[in-house]
């Protein structure tokens, strides 16, 4: 990376998906500055025309010449593609920011969410970044603050996570769905495992001692973004008929006792949060719909525990198509290329 440049070549793998498109519309939004976009897909999407900074560009298939002259290239195609081309576009010299799970365990790649461990991206062997889970993403920043004035011990969590979060087809799949059950005709599903209209599912794949692998990565990858290997994680992960914007429930304790009152004082103000602390109410509280299309991550119903003493419930909802992917990558890039 030359320190002089001022615009930047960036590449976005798997443009055409989910979080690809939310990539391209950040990247606009933030007023990035890119010099050119390659927009990169598979072989079927070849040649689609995307909307990009008032123009248009047209997607590419990705192949090992695709990252000559990248600076920075965005993955969100899938671990077998990351594993496959991201060593291919950092040794033409790109930085790369990868969503999927393929390098965030690597003890060479640092996993970064900005607000929490900025640090850990300037030491970067493989030339490989990699973007946390988008449930890790939006917990960790929530608790940051919290960790860093009491140290966090134990975290039980249970999400509430959209259907975009298993990609475009997935939405596709719950609004099919959704149309079938209301038509009153069975559903017969695409993407999912089972019925996700007007139910919730368990669809993730199968991990170690009957936990899931999306509940593993929250254990893993909290521990390795807040740099606390003691931290206990107590994971349910849950997909629920949303179409974008993931919820959790968290129950927190730390190293010393915590209050609601201390919580919200650290809260208000911190980095990517938005503190929603009006007393509960009915209708009153971080929704999905209402985060859908933002950028924070909305903390609300910060209690005290009823039966664990200085122990905390919080309930946190983000964009995870923004914060949970697109934005935290753009993000890191700004970061480093711009700021
Ligand atoms: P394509 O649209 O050509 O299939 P989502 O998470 O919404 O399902 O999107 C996945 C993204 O990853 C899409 O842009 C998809 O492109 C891209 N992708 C999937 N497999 C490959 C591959 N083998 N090579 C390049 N891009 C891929």
């Known amino acids: 990376m030359s320190s002089k440049k001022t615009s ?3 590449a976005v793998v798997g443009a055409t998906g989910a979080v690809g498109r939310e990539m391209l ?47 920075v290239a965005l993955f969100s195609a899938g671990a077998s593609v990351a594993r496959e081309y991201g060593p291919v576009a950092a040794k033409s010299g790109a930085v ?12 060479e790649v640092p996993l970064v969410v900005p607000e929490v461990n900025m640090a850990a991206a300037e030491s970067r062997p493989k030339g490989i970044i990699a973007n946390p889970n988008c449930s890790t993403i939006q917990m960790v920043v929530a608790l940051k603050p919290l960790h860093d004035a009491a140290r966090v011990k134990h975290i039980v969590v249970s999400t509430y ?3 975009s979060g298993k990609g475009h087809a997935a939405v596709e799949d719950l609004l099919a769905q959704a149309k079938d059950v209301l038509a009153g005709k069975d559903v017969t599903p695409s993407v999912f495992p089972g019925q996700i209209a007007f139910n919730v599912l368990s669809d993730w794949k199968a991990g170690d001692m009957d ?26 992960t849950v997909r629920v008929p949303v179409v974008n914007g993931h919820s959790e429930s968290v129950h927190v304790q730390f190293h010393r006792p915590m209050s609601a009152e201390e919580a919200k004082r650290l809260l208000k103000g911190a980095d990517g949060v938005v503190l929603m602390d009006e007393p509960y109410a009915p209708g009153k509280m971080p929704t999905p719909a209402k985060a859908s299309g933002t950028d924070p991550v909305y903390v609300g119903r910060v209690r005290d525990d009823i039966a664990v003493k200085g122990a905390l419930n919080l309930w946190i909802v983000a964009d995870n198509l923004k914060k949970g992917a697109a934005l935290n990558a753009v993000q890191i890039a700004e970061k480093l290329f711009v700021r």
């Open 25 to 71: 519309r950040t990247l606009e939004e933030r007023k990035f500055p890119v010099s050119r976009l390659v927009a990169l897909a598979s072989k079927r999407s070849a040649g689609q025309v995307l909307p990009f900074a008032g123009s248009e560009v047209v997607v590419a298939e990705l192949g090992p010449k695709s990252f000559e002259g990248v600076d």
């Open 161 to 163: 996570q959209a259907t």
């Open 8 to 10: 930047f070549v960036v």
């Open 96 to 107: 790369v920011i990868d969503n999927s799970s393929a390098w965030r365990m690597d003890p």
């Open 211 to 236: 936990y899931s692998e999306e509940e593993w990565k929250m254990v893993h990858e909290t521990r390795k973004i807040m740099g606390d290997d003691a931290i206990g994680v107590s994971p349910t």
